[in-house]
């Protein structure tokens, strides 16, 4: 299945927003990104959404967030993100991107979490591998940190393919 997953809610006002942590799966993991996008967050905790792969997606160094039975998705969530955060978190993630919400599991706890979810058709992009979060730090995460320094209001997409 796509990153349109059948579990998940899509959000529109920003009052929802607000209502549960963000579950982060992919760039938003190194806290050198975060840090660049949106200073120090208050609380930060290892989270896993069960269902759920992170793939690679073509032509990007990010990811997608895709449904799979069996899977398990490893990530981040990140608590007490209030709405300007979360407006230059939707402009980061771009048209590429819906903010929905999924269950997530953070310890022995399982919450809602908000996530931002591939849109259509951008589905389109994902692919069969998973994303390679260490070639990922490896080989891109210096020069990402310091196009999203830099990018004021660009998305992900227009910072790393022009847009594409």
Not at 73 to 86: N, R, S, T, V
Not at 118 to 130: G, K, Q
Request: charged letters at 25%; hydrophobic letters at 40%.
């Amino acid at each position: 299945m796509t990153g349109d997953a059948s579990n998940a809610v899509v959000l529109h006002s920003s009052s929802q927003k607000k209502l549960h942590p963000l579950f982060v799966y992919g760039t938003l993991i190194f806290p050198e990104v975060v840090a660049a996008l949106l200073g120090a967050l208050s609380e930060a905790r290892p989270a896993t959404a069960k269902g759920f792969s992170v793939r690679a997606l073509k032509g990007r160094i990010y990811p997608g967030l895709a449904e799979e039975a069996g899977a398990l998705a490893e990530g981040i969530l990140y608590y007490g993100l209030d709405g300007e955060k979360m407006d230059t978190l939707d402009r980061f993630e771009g048209e590429e991107y819906r903010l929905s919400e999924i269950r997530v599991a953070c310890g022995e706890e399982e919450l809602t979490a908000l996530v931002y979810l591939l849109a259509e058709p951008f589905t389109e992009l994902l692919t069969v591998d998973r994303w390679d979060r260490l070639r990922f730090f490896q080989n891109h995460l210096d020069s990402y940190v310091k196009l999203c320094r830099s990018a004021g209001p660009m998305s992900a997409a227009e910072l790393t393919c022009g847009g594409k």
